[in-house]
């Protein structure tokens, strides 16, 4: 009878044996085991770095929008400089971030942001060179327009997007990765019946993970938390320098604005002084012959006389001629008519040295002049406004100029704009005044200007003008010397002749300047300058 033998194994054989099944299992299991290490591992850098990456670009792309309107609106080449520091970084973290995940700016979307920041890109540097060619305000109109503001809105979505897209893929390889742990873990668990070591391992290896996970989400939350605070840093810092440079900005209109006035009084000045100059040599002429022709006219009108007693008597042909023109007519109306032509002249000569006080182009430096003067030449230019027309009454001008004036220091041609701006408006208002009474088909009363100087002291003179106009609300009493602000229609007025003048009394002379009025008692100026101003 055949009796089997038993397999006998020997403890070096059992040792190989279980060496050999170790190596089996522990191998594989601490190779499966490191690749899921190595790449959470990976993942994990690469995930804060893509994170700081995406917020690094859109932070720097915000420094290039605010370098290049910063650029334009000022017109410093250090902003230009600037962006072209920042442009190389970043252009350096998007490739960085390419290479880090390619896929995302492989697609559609990626294109437009390409186009939308090229776009950009090309705009900007047309902002470089109109700033360049002295055309800040075409810089800034440029980009502040629709086309750039929409393309910036389009680049900014679409990094949004791209990193939202960025995130999701990462949380697509995340669970990938955790599928593998899983299998791995699954692994591990059938390996730990066989061998504890490998199971351990792989939990020591879990442990590490999650160690690693743990500190890398500290370190990340850390760097957003001093990203936070630098950005709010930084956005409170443009904050306040976009407060000044308004300010700037309103500054420098207001004197653009203010020069640009004072060039148009200046050519008013120049045109009345030519006008007057050129009226004055005729008028001359003309004044300086009427004495003569008076004086020969009368030479003449004795010897008809003495023709007519010698021979007009005795000669029948004259005596008709006489008859026919009137002759005793002549003789009466003649002198009449040379001495009209003498007043009329005169009145010319008036007029023009009025015309004369009024441009004051040769008084730029402050002198001591007749304040009368200045309204009376300002009231010459504004006549033809106070006659009356068909549909409007002629403005009455009342003066009650005080007798004792004295002259007063100041800047002539600036007093002649101040009663040039509010005489104007208060010609406006009594206009609109009439417009309104027709409207409503009520009385209209007398429209007339009260122009009123007296002597407050020895140091100040105050004068007054008056219309009975409309009268102004107090909510935009409040506001008439602000700049740029009008009551007026668009076109008819520019919201500058009361902050000018406001200047001129105020900052020039060290007056003051008040408006007293309330709706239907008519508007009144009162204005206060130093008879001599102080150094």
Not at 29 to 53: D, G, M
Not at 94 to 114: F, H, R, T, V
């Amino acid at each position: 009878m055949y009796t089997p033998q038993k397999i006998r194994v020997t403890p070096s054989q059992l040792v190989a044996i279980t060496v050999l099944l170790t190596l089996l299992l522990f191998i594989p299991q601490i190779w499966l085991n490191w690749q899921a290490y190595y790449n959470f591992n990976n993942l994990t850098k690469n995930e804060f770095r893509l994170q700081k990456l995406s917020d690094e670009i859109i932070y720097l792309d915000e420094v290039l929008t605010m370098s290049a309107r910063m650029n334009a609106a000022t017109g410093n080449l250090m902003w230009e400089k600037r962006y072209r520091q920042f442009e190389v970084k970043l252009d350096n973290a998007i490739q960085e971030s390419i290479k880090l995940a390619p896929q995302a700016y492989n697609s559609k979307d990626a294109e437009k942001i390409d186009v939308a920041n090229q776009q950009l890109v090309k705009m900007e540097y047309q902002s470089f060179d109109l700033v360049k060619k002295n055309k800040q305000q075409a810089a800034q109109q440029l980009l502040s327009s629709r086309e750039y503001e929409t393309q910036k809105q389009i680049y900014a979505d679409g990094v949004i997007k791209r990193k939202q897209n960025i995130s999701l893929e990462l949380q697509q390889q995340v669970a990938k990765y955790r599928q593998k742990i899983f299998w791995a873990i699954l692994a591990s668990i059938i390996s730990l019946l066989l061998l504890i070591p490998a199971w351990l391992l792989v939990l020591n290896l879990l442990r590490e993970y999650l160690k690693v996970k743990k500190n890398a989400q500290v370190a990340l939350e850390e760097t957003n938390w001093i990203l936070e605070t630098k950005v709010a840093a930084r956005t409170e810092t443009l904050n306040q320098k976009n407060i000044q440079l308004e300010q700037t900005l309103q500054e420098l209109k207001n004197t653009q604005v203010q020069l640009i006035q004072t060039e148009k009084m200046s050519s008013l000045g120049q045109l009345v002084a030519g006008v007057a100059h050129e009226i004055n040599n005729p008028v001359n002429f003309i004044y300086g012959n009427l004495i003569y022709a008076k004086e020969y006219t009368q030479k003449l009108i004795d010897l008809i006389k003495l023709y007519q007693q010698e021979y007009s008597h005795n000669n029948s042909k004259i005596t008709t001629v006489i008859k026919e023109i009137d002759l005793e007519f002549i003789l009466e109306d003649l002198p009449k008519i040379v001495s009209s032509m003498t007043l009329g002249a005169d009145r010319i000569r008036e007029i023009i040295i009025i015309l004369r006080n009024f441009s004051r182009l040769d008084e730029a430096d402050m002198k001591p002049v007749d304040i009368h003067e200045g309204i009376d030449s300002t009231l010459i230019i504004l006549q033809h406004q106070l006659k009356g027309k068909p549909e409007q009454k002629e403005i009455k001008i009342i003066k009650e100029y005080c007798s004792n004036s004295p002259v007063v220091e100041c800047y002539a041609g600036g007093l002649n704009q101040v009663f040039m701006n509010i005489i104007g408006n208060a010609i406006d208002a009594l206009r609109e005044k009439e417009v309104k009474d027709l409207k409503q088909a009520k009385e209209r009363n007398a429209s007339c200007i009260t122009i009123q100087t007296q002597v407050k002291n020895a140091e100040s003179l105050i004068i007054s003008i008056k219309d009975n106009g409309l009268g102004i609300s107090e909510e935009y009493k409040n506001r008439l010397f602000d700049p740029f602000f009008t009551t007026k229609p668009v076109g008819k007025g520019t919201g500058l002749g009361l902050s000018i003048s406001y200047q001129i009394i105020v900052d020039k002379h060290h007056g003051k300047i008040n408006c007293i009025s309330s709706p239907g008692e008519g508007t009144e100026f009162v204005i206060e300058i130093p008879i001599k101003q102080t150094k």
